[in-house]
């Protein structure tokens, strides 16, 4: 089903009521919409919404008819199909429509994950776009975050040989709020930072420590112990650095960034002083 | 959804409507079960977290679409403005919905969410702050979904109004034109 693309625009040189007949003629063509192929997500996958919230990630949704003005779209031409593209970000996807629309349900499992790989690469990793924070977690999404933190709290609980569950509660909570408090310090310095791209950014840093507190957790030496944390630390504070600081006025940088390197140096003593 | 089946008589998408309820209704009898079997609280709140997390992206990919024609998603434009986007389908597609199919949808995205506040509120009762915590995160997906597809709905009634009066004055403008050329 790729009639999408014959879709006219809303030109004005086509008379209204041929425009209906095409709509309705679109409609009725693709309203026998087929019933998606009843697969959950295999994995976790989680999604915004993203919001996720998000999505949380994803290419939009078709259509023709789209204006690239901030407007709220215009209503789609043929009802999307199941499976499609999962919402959230990526505006890079309005390129294609006949690809996403007949998409079932695996492929934007696949397409999710996969986000979630590129955004894990951007952020974590060194690469060129780090220097531009607008361009770099552009598709940000909440599931790799959600990720991270569960992993870690489960970590921090599976090393733990007393109180396991408040450890987990405890590692959950800190670094969800933590994540929240920390962006609106971004926020309220001043600073241009969009909310959940910046939960994104916070839960995508925890990479490092997330492979720190699994190295601990194998071998639990002390000295290895925080080696390792010190080395993950100094990681995740040289990823989150280049967003968080371009986020803010420049006299107002260490401001912005104490908060974030505190917080990652208080998962850093919880991963040690686990035993 | 068959043009040949009178609308209201059946589900037109009764395995969409199966799993949108499903993912639901697992993660909260698994809440409300697993405080009597289970001593273990990490392993409720991932399961619990993971079932609502699932939900939630079932609902606003896939059951969001197929029941109801809506879809929301947030961007960012190229200036790093945050911009949410709604989508809808046309009025005739939307009034060829299955009227029990957006009834269940809608129900039960507000279900869920009362029930979870009622369970919050056992929990506040009890002083289970780490229930709570599990709590607030179902109720926030559950929220958000609420939140994002009613804003799309408004979004979408804003639309074909819109879309309706253009129409008209596309029509009647077009009329006088004609009307003025024959004269």
Known sequence: MSHSDTIPLHASSQSDIDEIENLINASVQSAPATVLPARPPSPPRIPVSSSPFIQSNLPPLPPSAQKPSSVPSVPAAPPPPPGNSHSNIGVSGFGSPPNTLTEPVWDTVKRDLSRIVSNLKLVVFPNPYREDPGKALRDWDLWGPFFFIVFLGLTLSWSASVKKSEVFAVAFALLAAGAVILTLNVLLLGGHIIFFQSLSLLGYCLFPLDVGALICMLKDNVIVKVVVVCVTLFWSSWAAYPFMSSAVNPRRKALALYPVFLMYVSVGFLIIAID | MDLT??????????????FHVLFKAAALAFYILSALFIDNFVIIFVVTVLLAALDFWVVKNVSGRILVGLRWWNEINDLGESVWKFESLEQESLARLNKKDS?????????TAVAWVVLGIFSLIRFQADYCLIIGVCLTLSVANIIGF?????DAKKQIQKFASQTIANRVSSTIQSAFSVV
């Open chain 2, 5 to 18: 089946q009178p609308p209201g008589e059946n589900y037109a998408n009764p395995r969409t409507c199966f």
């Open chain 2, 103 to 111: 009834w269940l949808f809608w129900w039960t995205l507000y279900l």
């Open chain 2, 150 to 154: 009613t804003k799309c709905r408004k």
